[in-house]
């Protein structure tokens, strides 16, 4: 087993994690200009402590309601005969499409007495703001990474290993617990690993909702001050705090030794029969798909009935065809990295493959508008012409959202056995036509949600996309943001749309390309 | 298996190119302007929505063949990218939002001097006195209220009465907002520190609701969580533009209140402006009848020279000018020290 790594696997995987260092590098520059005293009034107070708690207890709680959320329904979607299971795991994903501040109107407008339920029922519901409001729509935003995670898993697992269970007398509750639930364990920490540094570093849902975090502490220094020193000094008190969770992670997940042992292909599963669970189930992912799917759609439409008038169409489809222009490359590059970072640190375990698989979650957790700025120094310094490129936008994207890939990558290899590998070389296979031939497919569940999880991400993304895109460029995300902040709403509403029709359009050929659910 | 992923993903990157392409021809309809400017190109970074000036940005290309490349974004998002660029930018020219990022980039010495007969129609009141920067449309401070609870003999004079505790738990306002930040500061300017401090804190004490911006606070009284708020006067007409019952009025406090500030978006030259006359061309241009009459018209905004008409929906310029404190566009450069203040009440 132990190899030296081949090339292809080192050159890239080094590379990314130099150039995740970018950033940091800028803003450990940036901390150097401050000012004691001034440290002392905007960093080192109380009410930092304060937001910090803020943050940790919402990422806490949104953690606990996302798997609530996502185990049943990854179980229900890989494990049963639940018919129309292909809509539910449209459904369960869909959410990731929906822009956090439209969930956030959505939630906001809900209980008003003047707003799209009210417009129908007559009559406002609950208001949901603070720190249950932030909850709920960070929730709703966040589950659909934990599913995409879980059913991968699902998927991947040998269910020849709950067979051998339930065939030594274990009850299916008693397999579900010590047979299934271990194996899940390595993609839950991943997807774990990602919400909570999403909640750590979101600004626009909590910002809406009033409750502040630790973050929208961060955003604000550089937003309402203008200013990069301190605003630097509180990015690295967050990259502290996410490395040592990403470090936690890694402690947690480096025992765990969940390959097949046995030769061969997975057997498929069985799937379960439901019988009179069907109901309660259907209801279950109605009231999710209602929250998170319906809720914001509706709000979306009810935006766009407040006029007849139309968006310039021109407009629309030049924005479409920017969002795809780089939200597809970067969803397609940060797959390919995936593979290489994953795999190294999975079969080549070393200190350094181990770092530069962390190296992508540092990049993840780096806050946006930090990681923008930092390219845009390097960028203006070492290759001007590279500055405002598409490609160089393709490159940020690809770097920041790489830990999204990796996880659902990551959890393939966790249940994929080496020996396969190891058969495929001793019989005379390269290590290039092995890694071809034998790995690549079995990790095809892994491949698809990491590249859907990409591009989604892409789609919506902002800060990087303001500061580093090329001149005349325009994105739906860019485009619906601009129009939400002066209040145009019904102008809003196409680009909102589109950025939901094109992620449900993506994720299902997706899905049915790759033909899992068949 | 392995040809489909690849199969799919290639049909993805197709989509995609083919995609760009599209994107890139989006400039043939500028191609007959004149030929005397033709080869000059204009870099913009623009932190005023593409919606509210494109027409405009449209409009000069077609008149002066110059074609203009734009970069939109949030006014302090580009602001802080201009100060990273530094010397090494290509940016011609910087429209924002709001005073404060233009003082900041103004004080880090990245603007050129405008030249006086670029900006002469404009009075002193929407000028930078160290000619760096001109306003191009002002907005106003208003009140914001809900007329279905609020009596119009219960409208407040002042914005320091709303402090009363009649007002307790039923005011919002967005103290994250940079209008909001320049009312304090104009605050600190006209009433002192300490008057402010004490306002800020009586406001707060009195329950006031902070949101994130002017439209949370609009869509709050909307919503019945409160009955008055502090944002400016344009967000409250694009409501009414797309729902003419939108439960919201406005109006002025009492003349010359520090309540009815006027904030300005503005431009200003980069010192790194390789097309310098081009540059100069679209500054005049953002500033004469034909531009301000639009901002006017469609974005109800109040123009920065004489002889345009406001909307019919606004007050007129000169009662405008008349309601407002007595504030310079520089006193409004210590944002610094408002941020400070905001901090340490509480409220940043």
Known sequence: MKRTPPWFLTVPA????????????????????????????????????????????????????????????????????????????????????????????????????????????????????????????????NFPLVYLHLRTAFASMDPSLTDAARSLGLSPRRVFERVTLPQLVPAYLSSVLLV?????????????????????????????????????????????????????????????????????????????????????????????????????????VYWMGQRGAWTDANELVRSFAGSLSVSAPAAFLATLLAVPMAFLSRRHASGL????????????????????????VVVLR?????????????????????????????????????????????????????????????????????????????????PLTIILSPLDFETLALNMYAFTTEAMFAEAAPYALSIVLLSALLTSILFHKVGEER | MRTRIGRSTIAAMCIAVLAGGCGGEK???????????????????????????????????????????????????????LREEGERGGADLFWAQDAGALGAVSKAGLFADLPADVVAGVPELFKHSGGKWVATSGRARVLAYSPERVKPEQLPKSVFDLTDARFRGRVAWAPTNASFQAFVTAMRKTHGEDTTRTWLEAMKKNGTHAHANNVAILQAIARGEVDYALPNHYYLLNFKKSEAKFPVDQVAFAPGDVGNLINVAGIGILATATHRDAAERFVRFVLSPTAQQYFASEVSEYPVIDNVMTNARLVTREELLKSAPRVTLDDLDDLDGTLALLRSVGLL
């Open chain 1, 14 to 141: 080094l590379a990314v994690g130099l150039a995740v260092l970018v950033p940091i590098g800028y803003l450990a520059a940036r901390a150097f200009d401050a000012d004691p005293a001034t440290l002392r009034d905007l960093v080192w107070r109380a009410r930092n402590l304060e937001l910090l708690a803020n943050t940790l207890a919402l990422a806490s709680v949104v953690i606990a309601a996302s798997t609530l959320v996502a185990l049943p329904l990854a179980w229900l979607t890989t494990r049963t005969d639940l018919p129309g299971r292909f809509v539910v795991t449209l459904l369960s994903i869909l959410p990731l499409a929906i822009p956090g501040y439209v969930v956030g109107y959505a939630l906001l407008g809900i209980g008003a007495p003047h707003g799209p339920l009210s417009s129908i029922f007559g009559v406002g519901g609950p208001r949901l703001s603070g720190f249950v409001g932030a909850a709920v729509a960070l929730t709703i935003y």
């Open chain 1, 353 to 376: 493959t181990h770092v530069l698989e962390r190296s992508a979650y540092i990049g993840y957790a780096t806050p946006a508008l930090a990681f923008a700025l930092g390219w845009v």
């Open chain 1, 196 to 300: 909570l540094l999403y909640v750590l570093g979101d600004f626009g849902v909590v910002s809406l909702m009033r409750f502040e975090t630790f973050s929208y502490a961060l955003y604000l220094q550089y937003i309402a001050s203008l200013d990069r020193t301190y605003a630097a000094w509180l990015a690295l008190m967050l990259l502290a705090i996410t490395t040592t969770l990403v470090v936690a992670e890694f402690r947690l997940l480096r025992d765990l030794a969940l390959e097949r042992t046995g030769l061969g292909a997975p057997p498929k599963a069985r799937p379960r029969r439901l019988g009179a669970w069907t109901t309660p189930a259907y209801a279950f992912i109605g009231v999710v798909a209602l929250a998170s799917v319906a809720l914001p759609v509706w709000s979306i």
């Open chain 2, 27 to 81: 400039k043939t309809a500028e191609e007959s302007a004149p030929a005397t400017a033709a080869s000059t190109t204009l870099v913009l970074y623009s932190g005023r929505s593409e919606g509210l000036v494109e027409p405009v940005i449209a409009l000069f290309e077609k008149e002066t063949g110059i074609d203009v490349q734009v970069k939109y974004g949030n006014t302090p998002e580009l602001a802080l990218t």
């Open chain 1, 382 to 462: 070492a290759a001007p012409w590279f500055y405002q490129t598409a490609a160089l936008l393709v490159l940020a994207y690809t770097l920041h959202f790489l830990a999204q890939a990796i996880g659902p990558v990551r959890a393939g290899l966790h249940v994929a056995t080496p020996r396969i590998e190891e058969a495929s070389r001793s019989l005379g296979l390269g290590p290039l036509a092995t890694f071809r031939r034998v790995t690549l497919p079995i990790l095809r569940p892994g491949l698809t949600a990491a590249a859907i999880l990409v591009f989604l991400s892409c789609l919506k993304e902002l």
